[in-house]
Antibody, heavy 121, light 107 residues
Framework: EVQLLESGGNLVQSGGSLRLSCDSS????????MTWVRQAPGQGLEWVST????????DHADSVKGRFTVSRDSSKNTLYLQMNNLRAGDTAVYYC??????????????WGLGTLVTVSS | DIQMTQSPPSLSASVGDRVTMTCRAS??????LAWYQQKPGRVPKLLIY???TLQSGVPSRFSGRGSGTDFTLTISSLQPEDVATYYC?????????FGQGTKVEIK
């Protein structure tokens, strides 16, 4: 059974940093691209970052480019999102999700429960 | 960047009604289109991918159509458990943009 468990969400001041983690199990971690999606309170889904199965290719939304970095550790089956220079607009639930295949050119077939990041100004 | 526009933003229908919602891409995306269902307070769930392929375990009353720029999601007979917000997402290239969602309620 595929399981994705996010952690690391917290209350942080504007300009601060956080690192989110997503512990994955139930599938061959290196065979699938992974993505972070966020959802601000009462708002829709926003794609944040994607990393290929090998970790060699990454993409970030313009809204986080230069501030957020996605990475993965295949020895720990863990996905990360390093978030620097946080702003109030980054306040959201952050979901870890798995793609249906190795590249990002596939839909998101499993999602974690999410972790809440709150940025205070 | 390609924009994804969903309509209507919300709809209200009776149990048993046929419900259709639309997702439009600002440029062609072939069939690289997925639909997700997010029930209140719950995690998003993949319903349809490749524009028309039903994800395993999804009831057959859900169906998707379209290619290029215009896509639809149809619920053939609305059930109370279908109350949710439905999002489309493109995945032909980055950014993997979501639509703003269509909220479905029971009349």
């Amino acid at each position: 059974e595929v399981q994705l468990l996010e952690s690391g969400g917290n209350l942080v001041q504007s300009g601060g940093s956080l690192r989110l983690s997503c512990d994955s199990s139930g599938f061959t971690f290196t065979s699938y691209a992974m993505t972070w999606v966020r959802q601000a309170p009462g708002q829709g889904l926003e794609w944040v970052s994607t990393i290929s199965g090998s970790g060699g290719n990454t993409d970030h939304a313009d809204s986080v480019k230069g501030r957020f970095t996605v990475s993965r550790d295949s020895s720990k089956n863990t996905l990360y999102l390093q978030m620097n220079n946080l702003r109030a607009g980054d306040t959201a639930v952050y979901y870890c999700s798995k793609h249906r295949d190795r590249s990002g050119y596939s839909p998101l077939d499993y999602w974690g429960l999410g972790t809440l990041v709150t940025v205070s100004s | 960047d390609i924009q994804m526009t969903q309509s209507p933003p919300s709809l209200s229908a009776s149990v048993g009604d046929r419900v259709t919602m639309t997702c439009r891409a600002s440029q062609g995306i072939s069939d690289y289109l997925a639909w997700y269902q997010q029930k209140p307070g719950r995690v998003p769930k993949l319903l349809i991918y490749a524009a028309s392929t039903l994800q395993s375990g999804v009831p057959s009353r859900f169906s998707g159509r379209g290619s290029g720029t215009d896509f639809t999601l149809t619920i053939s007979s609305l059930q109370p458990e279908d109350v949710a917000t439905y999002y489309c997402q493109k995945y032909n290239s980055a950014p993997w943009t979501f639509g703003q969602g269509t909220k479905v309620e029971i009349k």
